[in-house]
């Protein structure tokens, strides 16, 4: 008899779905008891109903699960991993979070809400208590907590320690984006196959306010945002996992390359105290190489969950400059959203 | 009996070496009456020589041409286009200015040197006459002449006529560029196959060093670089030709979108006004996609001599943001070369 | 005032759509009038209408031409060619032969049908005449004459003339086709990148059946199927352009390596005789270097009309084995289609 | 204290020398303790001597290693794997058995020589005896065991349980293979990206020999090999791991689609009974969905020890064809070795 706490997955057949999937299997807290997908899946077996696109095979025990309507019902457990895209979960998110559930959402649809965290745990795991100002928490008990856009999140990681130590003033980032960002079938072959798409809809907003949210600092109501600039060029490449992005930082304080350095591979953080099983024992590691980060070599470091960064070097018009990256449907996506629903039960907000 | 003028290709087997060949094939003033390469190849037949790599055949006339030895012998016209890389060119390319050859190199190696111009004809064709300064060119008319490196052409071009119009005060950059750019074999499929490698050996000095150089202007005996800025990450992505860069902008004088997009559609110069064969109708070509330009889509404009910009937006910290393309092996190398021969013979320095 | 042809385009909006506007542009004896799509297009502008993909820029004159619905209408000319899918030709194609029209059709949906010419201008031209066996001809002139399946095609042109000069008994064809034969969007991304799908729905049959319409004889009114066997292998990969296949071939008479050159080499027929502005010049070049043809150096060869074949050696089970590539929407597709309207034309069949 | 067995690496900067460390890593059996290369990285640290290209670390015991040159000396172990190009393999392998070392081989070196087995141990592990005739064993021990080309390995798994049953006559294969096969720096990016290159030196004869070696019978002192043909096509695909290839197949007796299926599903061999902690579970995977295997999707399978199998079809020609998939570097390379390896310590060899 399983002691596991149940989690259903919402929109379990995308991209980000399957990684869900792939991330949760064999987990030691958490058990996939229910899943959930769009009309044209509902009713069928989930091995029908998804086009499985990863490398590991679908484990034969959600092969076997037959996919549920994308509502609440009976049998939907407390914590629901949500994996819709942002219109879906515009429309249907809030539908659990009223029925009482805990909606731990990779969505863009709720993250700048003013009640609703957004959470990177080694970054801000401090944010969770917002979820005591949502009306449905007082209600019933039920919640919406979210993870940032996979473009912020490789970002953020690197920035939090230097905000914390030296200030952060301003940003440049230029993006170079893995396709499975886009899901499936998402990127057109013949669009990046030997191209470049120096444009990804609304990306550049997001990175740019998420940012500031996610460094902010929390109210007793709300989340001030970091007092910061970000400038964000968001392009599109040849890469099937992990987003390499170029950055350049303007520092409050002056900061030494090797005080920086430290700072990124000294940086741990509550899910590293908290043991959760999620977290990578190294948040940042910083690959001294000058070649490095690549995104087939470093993505899967930390089993996903590290961002990686290098190339440190001072910059002509503001203090340093560095690239950084992270696995995008792994610490950008469906394992930063895991990560999310176990500081929650870690903080005791799925008692 | 043709009546075109003779000229040799240096490093006639490389990446650059055979796209000088493709583009001098039929040209309308020149004609490839000699070929040298390094010792591997000199003696043999060029077909033997060299592994040819565009998508045209290799030229009938050229392919039964004799390699010669990278050195100049009585049959070396007086007019040289020199690919070869750094290293070969700082010992090879004075020994032709030296035996009075017009060298037209697309090498790094004497770029910055002060008696040698560093050009686009469409941005600084007036720095010719620093030829005059050249001892290779007191003695025996013998001189040198480069263009610059094939990351910095296509920002400089989308650059030029805004620095004219509203000054620029400093600029960051971040490329994508292309494998062609490194030669061949240049880089390894295993390192960059769904990959991105954030890393070009030497190339963020080049870009930072030319473009002030290129913006500069002329004094009597060197070139006063110009006041700017620049801060490049170079990055190398799975494109086979063009390079991609994000780029913001502080300028000196404020301008608005369309002031800036008039700049650049209107942007004509003394290539144009000589109507030299090679130069593009339009220099600078602006999208209004929200996705261009792309490599794939946008390189080969003006028979690969346009930049193409597009995404011209605010920027959160400078003024502006977009993107530029340019094809890296012609605009970039070897037709950035052709049209510096072209404007040294139309300006009379081969007469 | 212009004496060119007026010909339609049906289905302008795609992939092969859009290689029809490129091919007729300028082109000598056609020019497009009328351009149709899917009702979702209809009404539009050209330039709204089409997300265009191809490295030439869209002509200004097609860009600024209204989209018609696809259904004959007053302004439709006598020669329309389509560009369509086959479920969507099935249905509407008929209908423009039932209205008098030439329709000269890429789609698969009536290759087969017995009153239906499958024609290589250069292979079988003389089966042309089957088109008066159509009711729609006997009726009203109009009439349907197809081109084979993209990876069929250069298959059939390498085998045509060995066909004739010692007759051939048994084919095994492994492809390893390009993305752009699956149109536009297509192929996803994710399933290519890094990838080959060894599987493209349907295609192994197209390619065993029409192989053996296209070198069969015509009877008065229909065509005898070559009695000759083929087993074919179809697989996807990560090329943007070009189909290239691995041949095992069991002759009926004994060939030396080099009579098959020569009939490769050679080889001239219907097409190169009328000299139909679309036909190359070779329509078969045997290439010599041991690793040739390859997609990216050799699908424009001939302006992509011509098939290269490389690396003729013996077979161990069959006679000879070689390599055989085409460019699947130029040869393949529209520039196919385009050569045989210009056969109908040149024939008096749009008299 | 340690009780594994000490081994050592031949070649262990390279693309195969990285995955025998990888694969080793942890083994339950062996632990690395010599570590050689050429001699331009002997007497280096092995951080510093390789170019690391995988996606997991290199191991930090292995890079605190120094580089011995490659040469037997004092403290080379008894066994040793060998990833050597054939050339250097061909000088050197020799001097480790005749020092009396075993030498487990990846080269191609030595496959053929009649007194060297060539052994895929669930294929022909029986012929490991073979070792007895060899000079080096009767004079000091010392010997040579190889396992076949990567592009034959796969082919052969998928073969043995259908000759054993059935009987195999004729085989036709066209292959795709990934550059890693090729080692590093090995495909120059330019000649693959969106490429296919039709031709593999040597390749195709490899093949042919070697299928016949692994599937012939061991004689007293030598094998008999296998009565039956093979056509092989070699083609470069832009695929980082995993070759695929179409294969048609001539039985001896006929077989149902679910015979061969069941014999595919059920090959369970000697690594299996002997539980080698190499060998995968189910050695040969048949996948029912239509467009598999695809290397990206399957070639992890079975941790890269499993030949994948799919699209099981009627031939118009032979009798079946399907399309099989195998990891190139790890089952086809270095897993390839170390089950060799495995095997001989099982069976005594290593006493």
């Known amino acids: 008899m399983t002691t596991k ?22 987990h030691p807290w958490f058990e996939i008891t229910w899943l959930a997908a769009s ?5 069928k077996l989930y091995a029908e109903a998804a086009k499985w696109n990863l490398a590991t095979p679908v484990p034969p025990k959600i092969a076997a699960m037959k ?36 909606v731990v959402s990779n969505s863009s649809a709720f993250r700048m809400a003013e009640d609703v965290p957004l959470i ?3 970054v801000n795991g401090d944010h969770a208590p917002l979820i005591k100002t949502q009306s449905w928490y007082k209600k019933n008990g ?6 940032p856009n996979c473009s912020a999140i490789g970002l953020v990681l690197a920035l939090a320690p230097l905000h914390r130590r030296f200030g952060i003033d301003k940003i440049f980032v230029a993006t170079m984006q893995a396709i499975s960002g886009a899901g499936y079938p998402g990127v057109p072959s013949m669009d990046i196959l030997g191209n470049v798409i120096p444009y ?43 987003h390499t992005e170029s950055v350049s930082l303007k520092l409050r304080s002056p900061a030494q390359a090797d005080e920086i350095i430290a700072a990124w591979n000294e940086f741990r953080c509550l ?26 070599l ?33 610490r950008g996506a469906a394992g930063a959203a895991v990560l999310n629903g176990e500081l929650l039960k870690a903080q005791g907000y799925l008692g």
């Open 5 to 26: 706490i149940p989690v259903g997955i919402l929109g379990a057949t995308g991209t980000v779905g399957q990684r869900f999937i792939q991330l949760l299997d064999e």
């Open 39 to 43: 009309d044209r899946s509902a009713g």
């Open 67 to 102: 996919v549920s309507a994308a509502a609440p019902d009976k049998s939907t457990p407390r914590l629901v991993f949500a994996a819709l895209d942002a219109a879906a979960a515009q429309q249907i998110e809030p539908a659990f979070a009223e029925a009482g559930h805990a």
């Open 120 to 122: 990177i745990p080694e």
């Open 142 to 147: 039920g919640f919406m907590v979210t993870n």
């Open 200 to 242: 990804i809809a609304k990306e550049e907003d997001k990175m740019e306010a998420e940012t500031r949210k996610l460094l902010g600092s929390l109210n007793s109501s709300s989340v001030i945002p970091a007092d910061l600039v970000l400038s964000a060029h968001c392009n599109r490449v040849a890469v099937e996992d992990g």
């Open 271 to 296: 899910p590293q105290k908290l043991k959760l099983p999620t977290a990578p024992e190294q948040p940042i590691i910083y690959e001294t190489a000058p070649d490095r980060p690549q995104p087939r």
């Open 298 to 330: 470093d993505r899967d470091r930390g089993k996903g969950m590290s961002a990686v960064v290098g190339r440190l070097r001072p910059c002509n018009i503001f203090d340093w400059k560095f690239t950084v990256l992270s696995h995008n449907t792994i």
